[in-house]
């Protein structure tokens, strides 16, 4: 299923990430964004630590590029996050900038939200910000399998990269 969120209008990626953390057939959360701040960290925190305690594992990819991240947001993600990954590439003319938010099983269910939806209070629940949506429920849908796949490489490789 593909779904475009665009909010305020149509809902606030925050309110369905935090839905999507509760339903149990997810285990893992990927959360990639280019910007963090305490406003989003702190309204998503109760529901990051819920999904953990039940046995999920969150891996957090977070900018430091533009100065657009937090300290605050840094420190209270390294205690709700297994691993945290703090991206800045050394060269001035790149920015890390994705926005990247992924649920996955490790078997037939995936769910991601691709758009321009910071790790904020804003980028999650009041600005003007515009996501793509994708699910899938079934081992049979062949279709959105590929697009998946590359999600999972691009996240291997931010793991690779120093």
Do not use: C
Not at 59 to 86: K, P, Q
């Amino acid at each position: 299923m593909i779904e475009l969120i665009t909010q305020p209008f149509e809902g606030q990626l925050g309110t369905i990430l935090k839905d999507k953390l509760t339903e149990r057939k997810y285990q893992h959360f990927v959360i990639v964004s280019a910007f963090a701040k305490n406003s989003g960290v702190l309204r998503m925190k109760d529901s990051l630590q819920a999904f953990r305690k039940r046995g999920g594992k969150i891996d957090a990819f977070i900018g430091l590029d533009a100065h657009g991240t937090s300290y605050e947001a840094v420190v209270n993600l390294f205690s709700l996050a297994d691993s945290l990954y703090l991206v800045h590439d050394n060269n001035p003319g790149i920015t890390f900038h994705s926005k990247i938010y992924y649920l996955t099983d490790h078997k037939d269910h995936k769910w991601i939200a691709v758009g321009s939806n910071n790790f904020t209070g804003g980028g999650l629940w009041t600005n003007h910000e515009t996501a793509n949506i994708v699910s899938k429920d079934s081992p049979t849908d062949t279709e959105s399998t590929e697009y998946f796949n590359q999600y999972i490489k691009l996240i291997a490789r931010y793991k690779e990269t120093n």
